[in-house]
């Protein structure tokens, strides 16, 4: 602890200590520290997106597409729902990224009045680009752990999640 860096959430929590000594404060801290985390990392990661022109959603959108395999077209609900996404919140993406040239709506070979999402060339060409330069940012932003405390970070977070998932 003494050779600890203080940081901004110590101070926080030194404050309460001073004016509420009667409360637990290490998971406001811990919480704080993620909450700071996640919006430290997310600026980071987004400056990645900026500079191929993408806003996260979109990027969202194309990796889903291009995860899904070929030939990389997907059902606009089921990319919604895949991306907890409203249908008229995904119809705004999908309109941005087809004007873009990313993607195309295209009929549904099996049901005429259907459409799927289709990735572009240029659109696959794009994703692949940016997300090696998103897992290679991604990489950077963890560089401080070694690979142990990464995967024990990864533990924890995730009986974290499992845990707070599950109370919903």
Excluded: C
């Amino acid at each position: 602890m003494a050779n600890r860096k203080v940081d901004a959430v110590d101070e926080i929590t030194a404050q309460w200590r001073r004016e509420r000594p009667d409360l637990e404060l290490e998971a406001m801290a811990l919480i704080g520290r993620l909450g700071r985390l996640s919006l430290v990392a997310g600026r980071a990661i987004e400056a990645v997106f900026e500079k191929y022109g993408l806003q996260r959603g979109e990027f969202d959108v194309l990796a889903a597409l291009r995860r899904s395999g070929a030939p990389f077209e997907l059902n606009p609900s089921v990319l919604a729902d895949s991306l907890m996404l409203s249908r008229a919140g995904m119809t705004g993406r999908l309109d941005r990224l087809e004007s873009a040239g990313w993607v195309r709506r295209i009929a549904d070979a099996r049901d005429r009045r259907a459409v799927r999402v289709a990735l572009t060339e240029a659109g696959r060409t794009l994703i692949d680009e940016v997300v090696t330069a998103h897992t290679r940012n991604e990489t950077r932003l963890l560089a401080a752990l070694s690979d142990a405390e990464r995967r024990e970070l990864d533990r924890l977070v995730r009986v974290l999640l499992d845990s707070l998932e599950s109370a919903q």
